[in-house]
């Protein structure tokens, strides 16, 4: 099964609106941390976003947040006023702790195509 | 500058003939690992270390081998490639393995070719 779920294959959305990349994951560790990476066309990949499973707020940066529901096991990224440069490739991954030797496992992407 | 630097950037190659794909961080960092990424799949984890002389199979190991002879490099040796290998190809690392919130820095990826 797979631990990290990503059900948008593509999204598109209008420059200046809001967009919610879905991301749910699997696991029994009670010790987690999920994280976000962008790929844009030119193929490196760009740490976005981080959030701890004891981490009681949601973690902020700059336009990206990430909605964090622990009970459905959710960690969405939403992308505020979306620019015509956030159009990539949008990872979600995981680090298990204990069972999961921190080893980081992703999911398979989502495409987002920013509309002028 | 703090950096994962991974070569080549691109590679063409024919079926069996043996490749080596270079990674090196200047980040003192304890995880390497390597990824291939293919359409639709996503990122798949190849092998990965959890510091010097300690190397572990990931999700897609076979027909890859991997070395962490020193801390800083972590080179992909495909000892005899076939054309079901090309793919992009990333390396990255990240410090303290045991921590949870130490992101990955990766390097520019390796688009192989086997034909």
């Known amino acids: 099964a797979q631990k990290i779920t990503q059900t948008q294959p593509g999204m598109f959305v209008q420059e200046k609106e809001a967009v919610t990349l879905d991301c749910t994951y699997d696991?029994?560790?009670?010790?987690?941390?999920l994280f976000w990476y962008k790929q844009p066309s030119s193929g490196e990949m760009i740490f976005l976003i981080y959030q701890g499973s004891y981490d009681e707020q949601n973690a902020t940066e700059g336009r990206y947040s990430l909605n964090f529901q622990k009970a459905r096991k959710s960690a969405n990224l939403v992308i505020s006023a979306s620019q015509l440069g956030d159009s990539a490739m949008y990872f979600c991954?995981?680090?298990?702790?204990?069972?999961?030797?921190?080893?980081?496992?992703f999911g398979r992407g989502t495409s987002l195509i920013v509309h002028p | 500058e703090a950096q994962v630097t991974q070569n080549p950037r691109y590679l063409i190659t024919v079926t069996g003939k043996k490749l080596t794909v270079t990674c090196s961080q200047n980040?003192?960092?304890?995880?390497m690992s390597w990824y291939r990424q293919d359409p639709g799949l996503g990122l798949r984890q190849i092998y990965y270390s959890m510091n010097v002389e300690v190397t572990d199979k990931g999700d897609v190991p076979e027909g890859y081998k991997v070395s962490r002879k020193e801390k800083r490099n972590f080179p992909l040796i495909l000892e005899s490639p076939s054309p079901n290998q090309t793919s992009l190809y990333f390396c990255?690392?990240?410090?303290?393995?045991?921590?949870?919130?130490?992101?990955?820095?990766f390097g520019s990826g390796t688009q192989l070719s086997v034909l």
């Open positions: 980040m003192n960092h304890e995880y």
């Open positions: 991954a995981m680090r298990e702790g204990g069972g999961g030797s921190y080893i980081p496992t």
């Open positions: 990255a690392s990240s410090r303290h393995q045991g921590r949870l919130g130490e992101k990955l820095f």
């Open positions: 696991t029994s560790d009670q010790s987690y941390g």
